[in-house]
């Protein structure tokens, strides 16, 4: 699907655990499907001593859990730097049987400012899709571009693609979040009854583990 850098774009790409003199190593329990990561973007200089755009994505805990691509990492350092707002989430998680290694597969997403309200609902709406095992075409054409500034819920509409095809050793160990990743991330959005569910659940477990303990063990 044809797509231009104006107003908008898009892409998914696998995120890199190491650039430059910055390796990151990802732990599983960390990453959720559709879980939005913290977009940073920096010059630095290269092994060959020229200037380098790194793009990084972060947790909430500001740690680095991959960089983008060279391939996007200019380009998207670029909108950036122009006022653009780019966000990242998380699309797949990735495990590698020969180094015992997580890679993050991470949708990417870069709009212009003046479009933030119509493309902030369509990320949120893409978040909700990844975590339920979809996995949307982000890349948007200017006819569906249009549409999606005139439509809250186009999200709703994106038709799927298919997820790549990896290499040997490789195998995809998350597409879509767990009943218990979903509280969670709808806890960091602040959903009070999200966290009273978490804490319920918790709560729950804990009991069992007590009662086992006394009616098996301790009696």
């Not at 044809?2 to 990453?31: M, W």
């Not at 990084?56 to 200019?74: H, I, Q, V, W």
């Amino acid at each position: 699907m044809a797509q231009t850098d104006s107003r908008y774009f898009a892409t998914y790409c696998r995120l890199d655990d190491e650039n430059g003199d910055i390796k990151c190593k990802v732990n599983a329990g960390e990453v959720a499907v559709g879980l939005e990561l913290v977009f940073d973007h920096e010059a630095y200089l290269n092994e060959r001593n020229k200037e380098t755009a790194r793009c990084t994505a972060k947790n909430l805990l500001d740690k680095e859990l991959g960089f983008l691509p060279a391939s996007y990492a200019r380009r998207l350092s670029d909108l950036a730097d122009d006022g653009w707002i780019v966000r990242l989430a998380s699309s797949a998680l990735i495990f590698n049987e020969e180094n015992k290694s997580f890679y993050i597969e991470a949708a990417v997403i870069a709009y212009e400012p003046e479009y933030a309200e119509a493309f902030d609902a369509f990320f949120k709406g893409c978040l909700d899709r990844l975590g339920a095992g979809d996995r949307p075409d982000i890349r948007l054409s200017d006819k569906l571009i249009d549409a999606a500034l005139e439509d809250p819920n186009f999200y709703k509409t994106v038709r799927n693609t298919t997820y790549p095809k990896l290499k040997k050793g490789e195998a995809y160990y998350k597409r879509n979040r767990s009943l218990s990743e979903n509280m969670i991330i709808k806890g960091s959005e602040r959903n009070i009854g999200c966290w009273i569910g978490t804490a319920f659940f918790w709560i729950v477990v804990i009991a069992a583990i007590f009662a086992f303990v006394y009616f098996f063990i301790l009696k």
